[in-house]
């Protein structure tokens, strides 16, 4: 067997113990604590006030939509915000009832169509977005407000 204690260097790991690398390794440290509370805290904690935020601002919708029952914004409102909890079967009861008050209106079925595709019921949904194209095919083209910021 050839030996290999001359072909092979010898490494050597110092490591270095002055005051500047400890403090550079705590701040190491705690960037990785802090990083760490933000990918699993604080997600969380945005995500419940994301929820509070909504279920309040769904409680005004309700109420607009209590004082004008037959308004088209009232109802599209209702439903954005009940599609924002995830609530999408809700959301899709409130678009269908704005649809038989608003028959003309293309929103509806687009809003049907697109919380369909969230439920994967993809068959329906393309039967709704094709009521909506059909219905929007000679209206202009228009930045409907979501209520979530892009």
């Known amino acids: 067997m050839i030996g290999l204690e001359g072909l092979v260097p010898k490494i050597r790991v110092k490591v270095d113990?002055?005051?500047f690398v400890a403090r550079h390794r705590i701040a190491w440290i705690t960037a990785f604590v802090v990083a760490v509370a933000c990918v699993i805290?604080?997600?969380a904690a945005?995500?419940?006030d994301f929820t509070a935020q909504q279920t309040r601002l769904l409680a005004e919708a309700e109420a607009t939509l209590?004082?004008?029952?037959?308004?088209?914004d009232?109802?599209?409102w209702k439903g954005r915000r009940l599609g924002y909890l995830g609530r999408y079967d809700e959301a899709i009861t409130v678009y269908e009832a704005g649809e038989a008050l608003h028959p003309t209106d293309a929103?509806?079925?687009?809003?049907?169509g697109h919380r369909l595709i969230s439920?994967?019921?993809?068959a329906e949904a393309e039967a709704a977005l094709s009521r909506a194209a059909a219905l929007a095919a000679a209206l202009p083209d228009e930045t409907e407000p979501d209520g979530l910021p892009n």
Do not use: G
């Not at 209590?66 to 088209?72: G, I, L, Q, R």
């Open 17 to 19: 113990r002055s005051p």
């Open 41 to 43: 805290v604080f997600p």
């Open 46 to 48: 945005a995500q419940e």
């Open 66 to 72: 209590a004082e004008s029952p037959t308004d088209a």
């Open 74 to 76: 009232a109802l599209l």
């Open 107 to 112: 929103r509806f079925a687009r809003h049907i």
């Open 119 to 122: 439920l994967r019921r993809f």
